[in-house]
């Protein structure tokens, strides 16, 4: 019966470090969870349009991938700005 309660006793303890350690790593990721719905968004719309594949394609063969990089956030930089105007 002893072992039984410290059983009892032990998985509680890990259950609520668990917890604790969950919503740490919530809080942690929260910053980076609309960046990530982001990428997401154009990932799939991406994936809908190939012509968008075709040329996100061609701009990394013709510029290459710091070159595209580099183009990319220069346009979504515009986009953003244009976008709250």
């Known amino acids: 019966m002893r072992r039984h ?6 998985r509680r303890q ?3 470090r668990s917890a604790a ?3 740490a790593l919530a809080a942690a990721l929260a910053p980076a969870a609309a960046r990530l719905a982001t990428v997401d968004r154009v990932r799939n719309s991406l994936g809908s349009s190939p ?5 996100v394609a061609a701009g990394v063969a013709l510029l ?3 070159g595209a990089l580099s183009w990319a956030t220069r346009l979504v930089s ?3 700005l244009l976008r709250r105007i």
Do not use: D, F, K, P
């Open 78 to 80: 515009l986009y953003t």
């Open 5 to 10: 309660l410290a059983l009892q006793m032990r």
């Open 21 to 23: 350690q969950r919503a």
């Open 51 to 55: 012509l968008a594949v075709v040329a």
């Open 14 to 16: 890990l259950v609520e």
């Open 64 to 66: 290459g991938w710091q």
